[in-house]
């Protein structure tokens, strides 16, 4: 064999076994990430807050999550990725058992501020070396499964509440080792410690403006998402579910979200977007009041409703970046995306707050007929948007790409942005 053949085989098995340990981390971590999520609310139930106190502690994890959008890059540019990864992932190993050795509300305020920080650090060190990784050709594909880990991990976390007793230590203990465990493959790691850039940033106000219903749908998805992961375990609870039936629950509204992403958002490249995103919204509000109705005896059926609402929710951020970027110019089509996901992080600090609330005047069935209340005005936004906002013209439309919520990182690895970026650079 040629030494040059010879070389491009070692490349290419050693970018093999880099994505692998990268997608190896990004699993463990969410392993313990999906656990510690569902079993903060169930405890903080055990531990007896109320309503509005549990609201306001989950959605504290988003606050960080915010904060570390802007504040991580620059930290990970002076410290490096493997020392900022190693560090972030052991403040949230370390705050899975301070949880356990003291649960007063403001110190699970603190540790969550904490913890979303550290997770929004984390998934830019690993989403910015999958970046670098990706070449053109392949970026579609490096990104397809990561969506797929990030979603797939998070529902089988759910399912690790079976291991222990939620008033235990056990289940915080498991959590800190598999987050633990995801530093492993990257601290051995020898890939090459890719670049950190400044994130751009559009106006919000400007890209109102471009795309209403996109910056509309973001917000309500947020919203939605932000309620479902701070209070979703805890209304699950409420129906007498064991932590089985709590696990199943959780994990079928993700894995809709992963299901019906793709059907969704293929028929969204097709026909109008806006009118996607209606029905979406549309369907997601019909599902809730559904859920609100079997609320009582929870059954097959429940599990079912559950599952589609779970695909129209999960889909909507999607297909709103999809939306967004059918109406800007190619060379703002990655700041336009981050925008939203500022707008998103502002829904899922609000989703909390505002589900607690409704919980507390409703009883535990304001969960559902929240999600409905927010589904019903999104789903009246997006029909006046089309009477009044224009479609994007067909050589604007762009492909749809699944998406989860993580850093803005992934944006610059969507194959969305990269083909607009490459756009952009035939033009210059």
Known sequence: MPAKTARI??????????IGSLLLATGLLLLGMGLQGTLLGL????????????????????????????FSPRMIRQYGHIRSYAAMASLVSAAAIAYALNTEPLFWILLRIITGFSIMASYVVIESWLNALASNTLRGRFFGAYMIITLLAMAAGQHLLRLGDVSSFELFAI???????????????????????????????????????????????????????????????????????????????????????????????????????TLCSLAGATMAALMSLFNDQPALWFYLFSMLF?????????????????????EHSLEAAQGLLQVYGVGAILGPLLASQAIEWLGYVGLPLFYLLVMTLLTGFALLQLQHELPPPSAGHNEFVPMARTSPVALEMSPQTQDDEETESVAQ
């Open 9 to 18: 085989y070692a490349i290419m098995f050693n970018i093999a076994v880099s």
């Open 43 to 70: 405890r903080a139930g055990v531990e007896e807050y109320s309503v509005t106190t549990i609201g306001i502690v989950m959605s504290s994890y988003f606050v960080g999550f915010a904060l570390g959008s802007y």
């Open 175 to 277: 959590s800190s080792i598999l987050v633990s465990l995801a530093l492993v493959p990257v601290v051995f790691t020898r890939i090459e410690q890719p670049q950190i850039h400044e994130p751009a940033h559009l106006p919000l106000q400007a890209l109102y403006r471009i795309a209403p219903l996109g910056m509309i749908a973001t917000l309500g998805a947020g919203v939605i998402t932000g309620a479902f992961w701070g209070m979703g375990a805890i209304y699950a609870s409420s129906l007498g579910l064991d932590d089985n039936g709590i696990a199943w629950l959780m994990s079928v509204i993700i894995v809709g979200g992963a299901l019906l992403q793709w059907p969704l958002g293929i028929m969204s490249d097709h026909i109008d977007r806006r009118k996607v995103i």
């Open 310 to 330: 779970g695909g129209f929710a999960f889909t909507l951020y999607g297909l709103a970046v999809a939306h967004t970027n059918d109406h800007v110019v190619p």
